[in-house]
């Protein structure tokens, strides 16, 4: 299906529009580029759930080199938020519910060694430290689907429900 925009859905603020993803093939691709070698930025949403139910491994967003390659994903594991970053993730605490809008945050900072850090309602959750820094030399953002997994023959791991006020800031 195609992913819906609803004007005026009840949401984190008055009058708002979010995207609603049906979880099974909706979701929103950006490409970015020119972005150089930040050291700093962080990527924000408003999500609200369909389900949480157990098993559910669904992409809310996903930062992705030109080559498909990930370097950062925001996942919902069941009712928890999963926080991957090259090859480190971490499970968050915060506990998801339908019906109910999540504001989640993603920080990075650094250079020799890169802090990834998880916010969750304000409410600093998890982190991972990374040698290195990310490098956004160009490719995209998708918001509700990673395309990584699917051209490795796997689920394409869709998000049901919805998602507002998707932000980048550097």
């Known amino acids: 299906g195609d992913p819906t925009s609803t004007v005026g859905a009840l ?8 995207v609603t993803l049906d979880g099974s093939g909706d979701y929103v691709k ?17 999500i609200q759930p369909a389900t949480v139910a157990m098993g559910t491994d669904a992409t809310v967003m996903e930062l992705q080199l030109v080559t498909l390659a990930s370097i950062l994903r925001v996942s919902q594991s069941g009712a928890n938020l999963r926080l991957e970053a090259l090859l480190a993730s971490e499970t968050s605490t915060a506990t998801l519910s339908t019906g109910d809008y ?10 020799a060694v890169s802090t990834v850090a998880l916010y969750v309602n304000g409410e600093f959750d998890s982190s991972l430290l990374l040698a290195g820094q990310l490098e956004l030399t160009g490719g995209q953002l998708l918001v509700g689907a990673t395309e ?12 049901q429900g919805d998602v507002d006020e998707v932000a980048f800031y550097s």
């Open 30 to 46: 950006m490409p970015y580029g020119g972005l150089g070698n930040l050291l700093d930025f962080s990527l924000e949403a408003w």
């Open 148 to 159: 990584r997994t699917a051209l490795l023959g796997g689920n394409t791991a869709f998000f």
């Open 102 to 111: 999540t504001h989640v945050v993603v920080s990075v900072t650094g250079a």
């Open 11 to 18: 949401g984190p603020l008055d009058n708002n529009t979010a």
